[in-house]
């Protein structure tokens, strides 16, 4: 497959278009290249590289929308893809809340391409893994882990004018690494745009130093803790409480930031004074593609928590017609604001405390408060006097998102991270948080 | 690992819903179309042909035809119809000793032979990096055969107007019944594999399943409070005649606080509990964290199989292929070979099984071509056995696979993924509501609920959807902020009734994903309900703000 130039997107948007009978008519190009390699035991145990092209066409009659789906170009497919989405559309249940296609729209393109990225090959991700590997060997350690890459196209097009097209680049690395007994583990993750901010031998050591260091954890008591928290273990957490920063349910009573008696605490200074979250697709760290793929409304800067305040939530075209109010487009990153400092300047202003690496297998425990229960993984450390001490096992936490953004004591310097079950690019710093609730120990290494 | 990201409904404050969407979107009467047989026995022939011109000692031919029709509801409204097909050819073959893939989404003889030509290469790039050959452990070809999913009424058979009017009347139903807001979907599927090998088998298979989870939730506006009650009903290897639901399908929770099924779901009737349960749930009692004797019903004990026992006994996690995503396992191979490590008290027994009927992982043959068995993994609470494809049966001394390979598309590569793990009835006569009797100081679980455990499977803590307290014998008012906490050897040997095989039935995972890129499976937990003494269990209520 090729990546299609904008000229070739704009010329199969505008005659996919020019087919349609429908009262409008909404159309996606979209294309990807995705390479990855995988290794375990110290070997590469599996690598692939995947193709796809396809265009998604939407039309509406009245209140009835269909979508089909094509993988070729020529005008008698385009023309047959819109003619399917036709006869799904005159064949659906009238939607009750459909909402018709956005009008024209202004994006402002953002930087998601990095030729560096884009011309990655075999060679490049196996030498990614080939690094880890050997290190690892030469500490008797055993490394396992996953490289992937990928270039896209999205092109967007719509009957009201609306025409978008940009190129995307994205990379993600994580390495686990333990020791031959299994009694050491540590891991990395690493996420970037642009390929030249990767570096293979710097992530696999952070990997090795950790698991090197986790070797004989002692057991602490669980409780609650001064914690550092570094950025992969509070990414998923923010990521299921930003979920709740939605309008409708908040309104319908069913978020977090629903209130008793009706009312919503959008407002209401819910977090510490040094908390502010925003959304950017021009962040030059965390690019991320300047439509909401879903409505293909333009996305803004969006400040959604700001000096510790609920600032805005999200509302769909239906539910901000229902309240009068403009729509947004959903964030496609996350960023939090931070500090200069460093993780270890955290460390080294604390007494005692407690390392966190990473944070896994979170799951909502109640929504009514984004109770999260969730275990620590890969490198869990005791903190003493400024300094680590020791390993510690690993703890099953249950934790509130809300609570700990109320107990920040000092932030540091924000970095990116991939989301893993959030869809969300981020930009977040490690924290420094006290009473962090861990409520049982772990065995596992 | 229950992955979330590919199905988050109703959990209260989520309320987007992202479905796994595989293939282009096709209208419904595409779905009936099927490839002719002799088409794909020669498409799979040439490409044998080419891997083994190229110089593959072994090759497999995947020919998939992977068919989904998703059907969203919330209140009264048909939110979203979508059908997806996805058609390819996944060519597998070791050459110079090692793996190699390749897939197309072309059905032409070129492209399939090109295909396999790059899996051969593949292959041999890869064995330079290989230090030990793959052995794969022998099975017999067994020639051209055929098998399916025994179903009454096919799916794709049924008009989109029927089934969404059946999410309705189920939404109707636990609005009118006290939810404030409901959600009910319909997740169908049809996978079409064709599998054939250099062993001289080629096997072709219909496979369907259903699953139609449903969300009440109820919200108290005074109040501020909001809370969900799931559906109970399990997703099934079964025709559409699963919504069907006869007398004999209906079983009696104890102490008759709700309705659960078994071989046939009455949706409506399910989602006016719901509703009426979702309401309750705001007043019921904030449970006193403690030690309790847990009575758990199988709607609640199949996700807890699922983590604790389906997860650890995967060979590959064990080796340490999956080190790196969802973790390795305690249930180490020194453990195994000892014969005596007490995975669970000694009326614990769990089998490993692809044939149970009506079951999400029952299949005729795995994605090697090995036939569909059943054999023991837990056996008197010992740990006795593993999940292993044929190139894993030698690590653990079997002479066969147990027929767990599996691959969710043809494009991506099969491996070993869990088949259903189930606990076997108790011995002695044992109704739930006999269980509950002897239970001094207890709390009944039913639903699956919150869920998490630690990458080796040491530390778990489950929540469900609905809570009893049981005092004296007696199954007493409804419990809220209940989750329980535990250590999988510690819990499966505080394990100590069994209720007998009526009231065994199995639960499942519509969306289990493993593996880097993931790849998601489906898979059955049967188990009756069952009693496990002193088990921590925390309150989960929190104030914020």
């Known amino acids: 497959m090729t990546i299609l130039t904008q000229e070739q997107t704009k010329h199969i948007c505008d005659r ?30 599996t690598a692939g590289l995947a193709d796809d092209t396809s265009i998604s066409v939407t039309v509406a009659f009245g209140k009835r929308q269909g979508t089909a789906v094509i993988n070729e170009f020529d005008d008698k497919s385009l023309e047959k893809v819109v003619r399917r989405a036709e006869d799904l559309a005159r064949l659906a249940p009238e939607n009750p809340e459909f909402m018709p296609a ?11 391409f990095s030729a560096k990225t884009a011309a990655i090959d075999p060679d490049f991700r196996a030498q990614t893994a080939a690094y880890a590997i050997e290190a690892c060997k030469k500490n008797k350690l055993v490394a396992a882990g996953f490289f992937t890459d990928g270039t896209s196209f999205s092109s967007v097009a719509n009957s009201n004018g609306v025409y978008g097209h940009q190129e995307q680049t994205g990379l993600d690395f994580t390495c686990t690494v333990r020791t031959e007994d299994g009694r050491g583990s540590g891991w990395v993750k690493r996420s970037a745009t642009d390929a030249n901010r990767f570096d293979a031998r710097e992530a696999a050591d952070v990997a090795i130093e950790k698991a090197l260091r986790s070797v004989d954890a002692k057991a602490l008591e669980p409780g609650r803790y001064t914690v550092i928290l570094e950025p992969a273990a509070t990414s998923e957490l923010l990521g299921y409480m930003l979920f709740g920063f939605d309008a409708r349910q908040t309104d319908e009573g069913r978020s977090f930031l629903s209130k008793k008696g009706g009312a919503s605490r ?8 040094q908390v502010n979250i925003w959304a950017d697709p021009w962040n030059p760290d965390v690019p991320v593609l300047p439509w909401d793929t879903d409505n293909l409304i333009a996305r803004k800067r969006m400040d959604l928590i700001k000096d510790g305040r609920v600032n805005a939530l999200n509302y769909s075209q239906y539910w901000a017609r229902k309240k009068g109010v403009q729509p947004t487009a959903t964030p496609g990153n996350i960023i939090m604001a931070g500090t200069d400092k460093s993780t270890a300047e955290l460390i080294a202003s604390t007494k005692k405390g407690v390392l966190v690496t990473r944070t896994w297998y979170i799951r909502m425990v109640d929504p009514q408060s984004v109770l999260l229960t969730g275990l620590t993984r890969d490198g869990t450390f005791y903190i003493e006097n400024g300094k680590i001490k020791y390993p510690i096992k690993n703890f099953r936490f249950n934790e509130s998102p809300v609570t700990m953004l109320n107990n920040i004591e000092e932030i540091g310097k924000p970095v990116v991270i991939g989301g893993d079950e959030v869809p969300f690019q981020m930009l977040i710093p490690p924290m420094k948080v006290r009473d962090f609730n861990f409520t049982s120990l772990s065995d596992a290494v | 690992m229950e992955r979330r990201t590919f199905l988050k409904i109703g959990a209260g404050t989520a309320g987007a819903l992202l479905v796994p969407v595989f293939g282009n979107a096709i209208a419904a009467e ?28 072994y090759c497999d031919v995947r020919i998939g035809r992977y068919l989904n029709q998703y059907i969203t509801t919330r209140d009264l409204n048909v939110e979203n119809v979508t059908n997806t097909e996805s058609t390819g050819v996944g060519v597998r073959v070791i050459a110079a000793g090692a793996y190699g893939f390749a897939a197309t989404n072309s059905l032409s003889p070129d492209a399939v032979a090109g295909a396999a030509r790059q899996a051969v290469a593949i292959a041999k790039a890869n064995a330079r990096l290989q230090t030990e050959p793959v052995r794969l452990a022998p099975v017999k070809g067994v020639g051209e055969v055929a098998w399916a999913t025994p179903i009454k009424r096919d799916w794709r058979t049924v008009p989109v107007k029927d089934k969404a009017d059946m999410l309705i009347a189920a939404n109707q139903a636990g609005l009118a019944a006290g939810a404030s807001f409901m959600t009910a979907n319909l997740f169908q599927v049809n996978q079409q594999k064709y599998f054939a090998s250099t062993d001289g088998s080629y096997i072709d298979q219909d496979i369907h399943r259903l699953w139609a989870p449903t969300n009440a939730t109820a919200v108290d506006k005074a109040t501020g409070k909001f809370r969900s009650r799931a559906g109970l009903a399990p997703p099934v290897g079964m025709g559409y005649e699963y919504f069907d639901a006869r007398p004999e399908h209906k079983v009696r929770a104890a102490g008759g606080v709700t309705t659960l099924y078994n071989g046939g779901y009455d949706i409506v009737e399910e989602a006016k509990n719901a509703g009426r349960q979702a309401r309750e749930k705001l007043k019921a009692k904030s449970v006193d964290p403690g030690k309790y004797d847990l009575v758990l019903a199988p709607e609640n004990l199949f996700l807890t199989i699922h983590e604790s026992v389906g997860h650890p006994t995967e060979l590959d996690r064990v080796l340490g292929y999956e080190a790196n995503y969802a973790g390795t396992s305690f249930c180490t191979l020194d453990k195994w070979e000892s014969r005596k490590f007490n995975f669970g008290s000694t009326i614990v027994n769990f089998t490993g099984d692809k044939t149970a009927p009506g079951s999400l992982g029952a299949v005729g043959y795995d994605d090697e071509g090995v036939p569909a068995k059943r054999w023991d993994i837990i056996k008197g609470g010992i740990l006795v056995n593993y999940q292993a494809t044929r190139d894993q049966a030698h690590i653990i001394g079997e002479q066969e696979s147990h027929g767990c ?11 070993q993924r869990m088949p259903n793990v189930s606990l076997g009835a108790g011995k002695q006569k044992l109704t739930p509501d006999e269980m509950v009797k002897d239970v001094k100081k207890g709390i009944y679980i039913l639903g699956r609920g919150s869920y998490s455990i630690d990458q080796q499977r040491y530390n778990f803590q489950f929540g469900g959807q609905l809570y009893y307290e049981i005092r004296d014998g007696k199954i007493g008012q409804m419990l809220e902020d209940v989750a329980y906490q535990s250590n999988t050897q510690d819990f499966w040997n505080a394990c100590t009734a069994i209720c007998d095989e009526r009231d065994w039935r199995m639960g ?17 937990h049967g188990t009756p309900t069952t009693r496990f003494n002193g088990i921590n269990v925390i309150n989960t209520g929190r104030k914020i703000g």
Do not use: H
Request: proline share 2%.
């Open chain 1, 16 to 45: 996919a278009l020019s087919f349609s009978k429908a009262d409008e008519c909404s159309v996606a190009v979209t294309g990807s290249r995705n390479g990855n390699i995988r290794f375990a035991r110290n070997q590469v145990s």
């Open chain 1, 102 to 112: 956005v009008a024209k729209q202004d994006y402002k393109a953002s930087q998601t």
């Open chain 1, 266 to 273: 959008l407002g209401d200074k819910l977090f510490d004074q």
């Open chain 2, 30 to 57: 595409e779905l009936l179309n099927p490839l002719a047989l002799s088409f794909k026995k020669s498409l799979a022939d040439t490409a044998m042909d080419a891997a083994k011109k190229a110089g593959a000692t």
């Open chain 2, 405 to 415: 390979s599996y691959a969710d598309s043809w494009s991506n590569v099969q491996f």
């Open chain 2, 508 to 524: 499942g995972s519509f969306f289990d994903g493993k593996g880097q890129p993931s790849q998601v499976s489906a898979v059955s």
